[in-house]
């Protein structure tokens, strides 16, 4: 189990945000999830785990706003491990495959997750490529899949501030700029806005001292053939 600090201060916050019936809510299921971590040996086949039960609960129970923090609480205090993980992101709905997402930097330290972080990345759910490009996926996704992680985002409309580590990984990668370049030049000829956050990423792009590509401004004008 990893980043036990950041899982503290997440259930403070949330412990602050939560009414009385929710806070005790919580305060049972975590404890249900820890005790089913401590036990010694745990069953392959069988019914549900309670504690997984109560991740479809923690939108009811929590509400909306606070479900995705819940979620993680629970598989942290379950020490969920990569199959787990697994198990529950495939049998479950888009908010529960969030909350894996977001509790991984939490529970993995290496990279046996990253399908998860490749699936979401195949999906056209914004929330779910927003949660994917977390702290796992900036610690862990190979250059080539990092970058079209970015450029996943800006086609989808993903703000790249969710995009972990973006200032750190995007320096000095001159591969990177050229497909950012190439993304802003189709948009342009297909008569399309760049987004602001390509240029933002571009710019990031800059080693100290060099220049980044430029992309247009905005749409060009078709030619009239009388220029």
């Not at 020490?79 to 908010?95: E, I, M, N």
Request: glycine share 8%; net charge neutral.
């Amino acid at each position: 189990m990893t980043d036990i600090p950041g899982v503290a201060a997440l259930r403070t916050r949330l412990e602050a945000d939560l009414g009385g019936a929710a806070r005790a809510w919580l305060d049972q299921a975590v404890a249900e999830a820890a005790a089913h971590a401590r036990r010694p040996e745990q069953p392959t086949r069988g019914p549900m785990p309670t504690w997984e039960l109560r991740l479809a609960e923690a939108g009811r129970r929590c509400g909306a706003d606070h479900a995705d923090a819940a979620r993680v609480l629970l598989l942290h205090a379950a020490s969920a491990d990569p199959a787990t993980l697994a198990r529950v992101y495939g049998q479950g709905t888009a908010p529960e495959r969030r909350a894996v997402l977001r509790a991984l930097p939490h529970l993995v330290p290496g990279p046996e997750a990253l399908p998860l972080v490749e699936d979401a990345l195949r999906t056209n759910d914004t929330r779910l490529v927003a949660a994917a490009v977390g702290p796992y996926a900036a610690r862990h996704l190979a250059p080539h899949d990092w970058r079209h992680a970015v450029l996943k985002c800006l086609f989808t409309g993903v703000p790249v501030d969710a995009v972990a580590d973006l200032p750190r990984r995007a320096r000095g990668d001159r591969e990177l700029a050229r497909m950012l370049t190439d993304f802003a030049g189709e948009r342009t000829a297909a008569g399309r806005a760049v987004p602001d956050d390509l240029r933002r990423v571009l710019s990031l792009t800059d080693p100290a001292g060099a220049a980044a590509p430029t992309v247009p401004s905005g749409p060009v004008a078709p030619s009239t053939g009388e220029e």
